[in-house]
């Protein structure tokens, strides 16, 4: 049937949500179930799912025993086209409108009604809604303000009530199916009958309530582990952050060595070309006495001699200056 109304994550989203409501609702909890109703109408953009919200603030509406309200709420938002997922509203919508019909004494109406509905539905082959029409069917005849009072007939669309649901797993309406036949069993004396429908609705609350505690749990669960998450999360930014800094502060030094290594390199050329003269020099100098040094005069020799002193002073003192330079 999901399938049948639409495939989309929206409607899908919206279903899960009407549930969760439906059960607060059922419970008591009329304020959470219309947060749960209030939260997902912001959220929805498409054809179908504002139609399901709308046909479960109805019922809500209905609930709290704004039958008025419910009622114009359901003439506005009924769709009347006859496709596949509109026959499924409209049955859904009809289904609301009936109970706020019962609930707000308008028996004429709701009879008409109901005897439509729980035809239409079981032509359709519709089980769920099937069983829905007849129970809201039923209390029409079991409602002792009713001007249609007959328990008989109110027992007979709470068994076929039941009978559509025989397939289905465990949901809030069969609860009420057997709370509404331990009622009319009560009310013709038949107090066996009544006490085991009674005991199979206790059972039913029993279970829901168990349910929901551990989707408590379940959820408390949830948030501890996302906290326990944003935990690891933020220590793992916090150990980004300090090595980053790492990081940087690395490639700051090495940006530095480098810098000095270019100052280095930079240095060693210059020197390396200010040795270049005086090697030349002295080589020039050594030359000339090495060939011509018998030839030379003592004057002459004393020149070349003490000029490649001077130049080899000079080549010291570079060459001390480089290892200062190195040092540092």
């Known amino acids: ?6 495939s989309s994550d929206e409607t899908l989203t919206t279903l899960s949500l009407c549930g969760a409501a439906r059960i607060e609702y059922q419970l008591g909890d009329f304020a959470g179930a219309t947060r749960i109703l209030e939260i997902q109408t ?26 008025d309200q419910a009622i114009r709420l359901i ?21 609301v409108l009936l109970s706020a019909y019962r609930e707000s004494l308008q028996w004429d109406q709701a009879r008409s009604l109901g005897e439509a509905l729980c035809q239409r539905m079981e032509e359709e082959l519709f089980p769920y809604f099937a069983a829905y029409a007849h129970y809201e069917f039923a209390q029409v005849f079991s409602d002792k303000h009713s001007s249609y009072y007959s328990p008989p007939l109110a027992l007979e669309h709470f068994h076929r009530a039941l009978s559509h649901l025989e397939q289905a797993p465990l ?32 059972n039913f609350h029993t279970t829901a309530l168990s349910i929901r505690t551990v989707h408590e749990i ?35 030094t090495v940006e530095e060595y480098k810098q000095r290594m270019d100052e280095q390199i930079s240095y ?32 002459d020799l004393a020149k070349h001699t003490s000029s490649i002193a001077r130049t080899a002073e000079t080549m010291k003192e570079l060459v001390t200056s480089l290892l200062d330079f190195t040092a540092l």
């Open 42 to 67: 912001l959220a929805c953009n498409g054809e179908i799912a504002p139609l399901l919200l709308g046909v479960h603030r109805a019922q809500l509406i209905v609930a709290q025993g704004h039958l």
């Open 171 to 202: 949901c809030d309406l069969q609860a009420r199916i057997h709370l509404g036949l331990a009622q009319t069993y009560r009310a013709i004396k038949h107090d066996r009958k009544a006490f085991a429908h009674l005991q199979r609705y206790s």
């Open 268 to 299: 060693l050329g210059v020197v390396a070309h200010d040795l270049k003269n005086p090697i030349a020099a002295i080589l020039m100098s050594a030359s000339i006495i090495e060939r011509y040094g018998h030839k030379l005069t003592q004057a």
């Open 75 to 95: 003439s506005s938002l009924r769709p009347f086209t006859t496709t596949l997922r509109t026959k499924i509203l409209a049955a859904m919508y009809d289904i």
């Open 1 to 6: 049937m999901l399938k049948s109304l639409d």
């Open 218 to 252: 379940k959820q408390a669960e949830i948030e501890l582990a996302i906290h326990q998450k944003a935990l690891e999360l933020s220590a793992l930014e916090h150990r980004y952050h300090v090595l980053e800094q790492q990081v940087n502060s690395a490639l700051r």
